[in-house]
Nanobody
């Protein structure tokens, strides 16, 4: 059984870099054809797809956040990370990590076989 858990950075100040780590257990993040995705949900809005890192280390980002996003991984710890630079209060959201067999670009949970519980991130002074 695959289990995913996001880290909890809590409050982040504007202009800083948000760094969230997803720890995966029950499957290796290098398992063939598995994709590891970050998704967020701002207050009162729907899910927003951010980007993924593949089993082979390839990354792909959504156009709206592409300039500020990177998703590195640490295979020794079976973790992948979301780094979002120059954050503003508009980046306040619940952030989720999710996993799928094959790439998923959507914002409906039915497209993902696994996901974390989500972590609240607030951008504020």
């Amino acid at each position: 059984q695959v289990h995913m858990q996001e880290s909890s950075p809590g409050l982040v100040k504007p202009s800083q870099t948000l760094s969230l780590t997803c720890t995966v257990s029950g499957a290796s993040i290098t398992t063939d054809n598995y994709y590891w995705t970050w998704i967020r949900q701002p207050p009162g809005k729907g899910l927003e797809w951010i980007g993924y890192i593949s089993y082979s280390g390839n990354t792909f980002y959504g156009p709206s956040l592409k300039r500020r996003t990177s998703i590195p991984r640490d295979t020794s710890k079976n973790q992948f990370t979301l780094q979002l630079t120059s954050v503003t209060p508009e980046d306040t959201a619940v952030y989720y990590c999710a996993g799928s067999v094959g790439p998923s670009y959507g914002s409906t949970w039915s497209e993902y076989g696994y996901r974390g519980q989500g972590t609240q991130v607030t951008i504020s002074d």
